[in-house]
C-alpha cells in the first residue's frame, strides 16, 4: 500500500489559475520534502518542511504543513506554463521506521494550457 | 560546480546482458541512493550506502546490485536476473548539513 498518497494524480489548469496539491500521510511527518520534475529528468528540490503549521513560499508556489503534522499542500498561485512537471512529495522515513531514507509519493503530473 | 551526475543518459540493452549505470557527486555527502521510476508509481528504493564500503538493500533490490569503494562513485549493476529492467534510474546523494535529498539527471534503460 503507498504510505504517502498525493491527490490529484493528474491536473490540467489554464495559464494563470490557482491550484492545490496535496500529500497525505497515515503517520506522523517528520520531514515533508517537495519536488518537481520535468519529463526525463532528475527531480528538483523545492522546499523542506518539519514543523507542524509551517509554511514556505518560493516565488509563487507555497508549501504547508498540517498542525498534525501528517497532511502537506502544495500551493501554486498564478500559474504559468513553466510550473508544467511532475511534484513529487517525499517523507523523511523515520516515521515509517526506515531512518536514513525518504518515502515518496506516487507524483501529481501538472499542465497548464495557455 | 557541485552536483550529482549520472551517466550515459540513455541505454539500450539486450535481453541476459548486465549494465552498469554510473553515478558520481562532487558534494561530499556521505549517503547515496539508487532509485526506480516507472509511470505512474513515483520512487522506488533499490540500494543505498550511507558510507563507503558499506550498503543496503531499498524495497527492490532483486536482480541489482551495487558497490561504494568510492565516497563519490555508487554504480548500479542491473542484471540479467532483472525480470523486467526497463525503467528510468535516478541516483541521489543526502547533504546531512540541510538533511536534503539531491537528485542526478537520470538514465533511462530499455531493454531490447
Known amino acids: 500500500s503507498q504510505e504517502l498518497e498525493q491527490s490529484p494524480q493528474s491536473l490540467i489548469v489554464q495559464e494563470g489559475k490557482n491550484l492545490t496539491i496535496n500529500c497525505t500521510s497515515s503517520?506522523?511527518?517528520?520531514?515533508l520534502y517537495w519536488y518537481k520534475q520535468k519529463y526525463g529528468e532528475g527531480l528538483i528540490f523545492l522546499m523542506m518542511?518539519?514543523?507542524?503549521?509551517e509554511e514556505k513560499s518560493h516565488e509563487k508556489i507555497t508549501a504547508k504543513l498540517d498542525e498534525k503534522k501528517q497532511q502537506s499542500s502544495l500551493h501554486i498561485t498564478a500559474s504559468q506554463p513553466s510550473h508544467a512537471g511532475i511534484y513529487l512529495c517525499g517523507a523523511d522515513g523515520k516515521g515509517y521506521n526506515q531512518g536514513g531514507k525518504l518515502i515518496f509519493g506516487q507524483g501529481t503530473e501538472l499542465s497548464v494550457k495557455p | 560546480d557541485g552536483g550529482i551526475t549520472q551517466s550515459p543518459k540513455y541505454l539500450f540493452r539486450k535481453e541476459g546482458q548486465n549494465v552498469t549505470l554510473s553515478c558520481e557527486q562532487n558534494?561530499?555527502?556521505?549517503?547515496m541512493y539508487w532509485y526506480r521510476q516507472d509511470p505512474g508509481q513515483g520512487l522506488r528504493l533499490i540500494y543505498y550506502s550511507q558510507i563507503v564500503n558499506d550498503f543496503q538493500k531499498g524495497d527492490i533490490a532483486e536482480g541489482y546490485s551495487v558497490s561504494r569503494e568510492k565516497k563519490e562513485s555508487f554504480p548500479l549493476t542491473v542484471t540479467s536476473a532483472q525480470k523486467n529492467p526497463t525503467a528510468f534510474y535516478l541516483c541521489?546523494?543526502?547533504?546531512?548539513?540541510?538533511?536534503?535529498?539531491?537528485f542526478g539527471p537520470g538514465t533511462r534503460l530499455t531493454v531490447l
Open positions: 503517520k506522523t511527518l517528520y520531514g
Open positions: 541521489a546523494s543526502w547533504d546531512s548539513h540541510t538533511d536534503t535529498q539531491y
Open positions: 558534494l561530499n555527502h556521505d549517503a
Open positions: 518542511l518539519q514543523k507542524g503549521g
